[in-house]
């Protein structure tokens, strides 16, 4: 049922060790967007992008980086792990909005990440 | 400060009684407000969406109404089915490039 595809659904790995999250969607969504979520906490925006080239950081400041190199394509990496980084990584898009410019999102499935 | 306040407390009800969410905002001034649904382990999913000049909007089982002057946006579930537990997430918006910023959401259990 998604057009938005996370993976890996799940990861444990190190301390240390370099991640990157994989978000694709099939919907041709230009805005596209990282969440953290940790469990029974609200969602917190750590980047989001409007374009190819285009990234910018959101309201939780975050050591992750991401790129946007093509449209359906915006990858999250954490170059050196650590367990403060244990949680829930959301990747959602949206379209034009239509004539309204309402921003809906449809949201993968979620990476949880865990850090030893 | 932009502030969402939903209840943080779980909200259990019987199966066919109606579940009424609160969702408030301050600093805010929306052109509209987004209700998604969010079961664990999974990322939320859109229900419902109701600009600023309507009070009102309907689907199936579902009823979300927005008060401007209140800042507040309440969500109906009707005959409420243990099927509709799961955490319920507002989200006020603008039509500007901003993204949207998500309340903590409010757990509902339906007991059969």
């Given at each position: 049922e998604a057009d938005i595809y996370q993976t890996?659904?799940?990861?444990?790995?190190?301390?240390?060790?370099?991640?990157?999250l994989e978000c694709s969607q099939t919907m041709g969504h230009d805005k596209m967007y990282w969440?953290?979520?940790?469990?029974?906490?609200?969602?917190?925006?750590?980047?989001y992008s409007y374009g190819v080239?285009?990234?910018?950081?959101?309201?939780?400041?975050?050591?992750?980086?991401v790129?946007r190199?093509r449209t359906e394509h915006f990858p999250l990496?954490?170059?050196?792990?650590?367990?403060?980084?244990?949680?829930?990584?959301l990747c959602a898009s949206t379209g034009q909005?239509?004539?309204?410019?309402?921003?809906v999102l449809t949201f993968g499935a979620g990476?949880?990440?865990?850090?030893? | 400060?932009?502030?969402?306040?939903?209840?943080?407390?779980?909200?259990?009800?019987?199966?066919?009684?109606?579940?009424?969410?609160?969702?408030?905002?301050?600093?805010?001034?929306?052109?509209?407000?987004?209700?998604?649904?969010?079961?664990?382990?999974?990322g939320?999913?859109?229900?419902?969406?109701?600009?600023?000049?309507?009070?009102?909007?309907?689907?199936?089982?579902?009823?979300?109404?927005?008060?401007?002057?209140?800042?507040?946006?309440?969500?109906?579930?009707?005959?409420?089915?243990?099927?509709?537990?799961?955490?319920?997430?507002?989200?006020?918006?603008?039509?500007?490039?901003?993204?949207?910023?998500?309340?903590?959401?409010?757990?509902?259990?339906?007991?059969?």
């Amino acid at each position: 049922e998604a057009d938005i595809y996370q993976t890996p659904r799940y990861l444990v790995i190190g301390t240390g060790k370099k991640i990157t999250l994989e978000c694709s969607q099939t919907m041709g969504h230009d805005k596209m967007y990282w969440y953290q979520q940790d469990p029974g906490m609200e969602l917190h925006l750590i980047h989001y992008s409007y374009g190819v080239n285009s990234t910018e950081k959101g309201d939780l400041s975050s050591e992750s980086t991401v790129s946007r190199i093509r449209t359906e394509h915006f990858p999250l990496t954490l170059e050196s792990a650590r367990p403060s980084h244990t949680s829930q990584y959301l990747c959602a898009s949206t379209g034009q909005g239509g004539s309204f410019g309402a921003n809906v999102l449809t949201f993968g499935a979620g990476s949880r990440l865990t850090v030893l | 400060s932009q502030k969402i306040e939903q209840n943080s407390e779980a909200l259990n009800i019987q199966e066919g009684k109606t579940a009424t969410l609160t969702c408030n905002y301050t600093n805010y001034s929306p052109a509209y407000l987004q209700w998604y649904r969010q079961d664990p382990g999974r990322g939320p999913v859109f229900l419902l969406l109701i600009r600023e000049n309507e009070k009102e909007k309907r689907k199936e089982r579902l009823k979300v109404t927005f008060d401007t002057t209140l800042k507040q946006s309440l969500f109906h579930i009707t005959a409420s089915q243990p099927a509709d537990s799961a955490t319920y997430l507002c989200a006020p918006g603008d039509t500007g490039r901003r993204a949207l910023t998500f309340g903590s959401g409010t757990r509902l259990q339906v007991q059969p």
